[in-house]
C-alpha cells in the first residue's frame, strides 16, 4: 500500500467515525472536558488530539509498521485541524 491509499483509508476511517460518533470537535471537547476534570487543569480540544497522536506514535515506536497505527496517526492529525479552524 502506498502512502497516498493509506491516506484515504485514513480519510474512510474518519468519515465512518463522524457517522457513528458524531462531530470530531465535539467529541474531542467532551474529552477535553473529562480530562481537565482528571488532570485539575485546562485541556483543550487541540491537546486531546495530539496527546491521541502522541499515543499512536508510541506505539508506532514498538512496531513501525502498525497499519492500523499509522492510518490512525493520519486520522487524529486530520481532526487536529478540524478543532484548530
Known amino acids: 500500500m502506498n502512502g497516498e491509499t493509506m491516506l484515504r483509508e485514513a480519510a474512510n476511517v474518519v468519515?465512518?467515525?463522524?457517522r457513528t460518533y458524531g462531530d470530531p470537535s465535539v467529541s474531542m471537547d467532551m474529552v477535553a472536558k473529562r480530562w481537565s476534570?482528571?488532570?485539575?487543569?485546562?485541556v483543550?480540544?487541540?491537546e486531546v488530539a495530539l496527546c491521541l497522536v502522541d499515543l499512536k506514535l508510541a506505539?508506532?515506536?514498538?512496531?513501525?509498521?502498525?497499519h492500523d497505527s499509522l492510518v490512525d496517526v493520519?486520522?487524529?492529525v486530520a481532526v487536529l485541524k478540524?478543532?484548530?479552524?
Open 37 to 42: 476534570i482528571t488532570l485539575r487543569r485546562p
Open 82 to 85: 478540524e478543532v484548530t479552524r
Open 44 to 46: 483543550t480540544p487541540a
Open 15 to 18: 468519515i465512518e467515525r463522524r
Open 59 to 66: 506505539r508506532l515506536a514498538h512496531d513501525p509498521g502498525h
Open 74 to 76: 493520519a486520522g487524529y
